[in-house]
């Protein structure tokens, strides 16, 4: 069975609830499949917080603690969380646990300053997700983007995601286009978490005003509480460890407005 994790929202960014089976289409390599099991209710969630602790988040983290703290709220008691932080290099802060008191005390007492090696905090992120005990995964990465010190590249972390069944969310606390750091890396900064973040299913939200990360952390903790996870036994059964791409359509009720679908790009398929 292929599991797809689909979040519905509307023009104005708004989740979309109570749609039911048949509203959905899934097609497998442009071929469209029989959707045989579908779920929308609140499963127990693995997540990972990727916490930049750069120096050029130094002015922003008092705030984007805050979003952390936000987001922890919005917590299933079966949830559990891991922490990496990371400026010159990436860390495990903590390893998974249900104690959101134990998270927010370990995220006091940093202070931001060094580089950023945000690919590599990524790529630790979903090494540590390998011992997850919920089937659901999601890494949540509160980042300026930009990457300017790590070991792995673009390319490896691609391909790490696509094995790795775990959605992408962001929160990009970018500073505006006329003042953001002028090295390649930091331009690409949104593009790149844009790319990450799509693959998968999830999404980047851009932060203007930093009074906003709280509000906006909490509504990605609800959009991970709130998504359809259609079932299909792929039509294509061979195990020859293929990519095989996704896309979810809709057939949305009469009367709706035009609705956004964000869902994975596709999965391989087993190897034998």
Not at 6 to 14: H, K, S, W
Not at 94 to 118: K, Q, Y
Not at 153 to 171: M, R, S
């Amino acid at each position: 069975m292929a599991l797809v994790n689909v979040t519905v929202t509307d023009p104005y960014d708004r989740l979309v609830t109570g749609l039911e089976k048949e509203n959905f289409r899934v097609f497998e390599d442009g071929v469209e499949q029989e959707v045989v099991s579908f779920s929308s209710e609140d499963v127990p969630i693995s997540i990972g917080v990727i916490f930049d602790m750069s120096g050029s988040m130094s002015d922003k983290v008092d705030k984007a603690r805050q979003a952390a703290v936000q987001f922890f709220k919005t917590a299933n008691p079966l949830d559990e969380f891991f922490l990496v932080s990371f400026n010159d290099r990436a860390e495990l802060t903590s390893r998974f646990t249900s104690s959101v008191e134990d998270l927010e005390n370990r995220m006091m007492f940093t202070e931001a300053h060094g580089r950023t090696a945000l690919l590599d905090a990524i790529y630790l992120g979903l090494s540590e997700m390998r011992g997850a005990r919920n089937a659901k995964r999601a890494l949540l990465i509160i980042s300026d983007g930009g990457d300017n010190h790590s070991r792995y590249n673009e390319n490896d972390i691609k391909n790490f995601l696509k094995e790795a069944d775990c959605q992408l969310y962001a929160v990009g606390v970018f500073d505006p286009l006329g003042i953001r750091s002028r090295t390649t890396e930091e331009l690409n900064g949104p593009s790149l978490l844009d790319e990450l973040t799509d693959m998968t299913g999830g999404r980047v939200f851009p932060v203007e005003n930093l009074n906003d990360l709280p509000d906006i952390a909490a509504k990605i903790g609800m959009e991970l509480r709130n998504q359809y996870v259609l079932g299909y036994k792929p039509s294509n059964s061979r195990h020859d460890g293929t990519w095989r791409k996704i896309k979810v359509r809709l057939r949305p009720p009469r009367g709706l407005p035009p609705l956004n679908v964000y869902a994975k790009t596709g999965y391989f398929a087993p190897a034998q």
